[in-house]
């Protein structure tokens, strides 16, 4: 079955750095998007960062310069680097992916991510 398990969150200081891993398993990982998405308490679910299934990267203002996502198809995994953390990027973090040209679509449980000092 479709799994997207996500790991790495947890707590960092401001302008510390976390790097979330999010590995994916029973679909075929090179033929879809993958995005990272981020929800704050009452707030709704919001893009952090998405890379296509060629690699093309797109980044929510609030985190373009210090976040950075990646992936890795032999391993199927997807990964967003977090550097500069600030406290309002405390949130859970969803893993995504979307199949190419389909609106075919799997989510991740979520990590949480708490930046604090």
């Known amino acids: 079955q479709v799994q997207l398990v996500e790991s790495g969150g947890g707590l960092a200081q401001p302008g510390g750095s976390l790097k979330l891993s999010c590995a994916a398993s029973?679909?075929?990982?090179?033929?879809?998007?993958m995005g990272w998405y981020r929800q704050a308490p009452g707030k709704q679910r919001d893009v952090v960062a998405i890379i296509t299934s060629g690699g093309t990267t797109n980044y929510a203002k609030s985190v373009e310069g210090r976040f950075t996502i990646s992936r890795d198809s032999a391993k199927s995994t997807v990964f967003l680097q977090m550097n500069y953390l600030k406290p309002e990027d405390t949130a859970i973090y969803y893993c995504?992916?979307?199949?190419?040209?389909?609106?075919?679509?799997?989510w991740g449980q979520g990590t949480q991510v708490t930046v604090s000092s």
């Open positions: 995504k992916a979307r199949r190419d040209n389909s609106g075919l679509e799997y």
């Open positions: 029973g679909f075929t990982f090179r033929y879809y998007a």
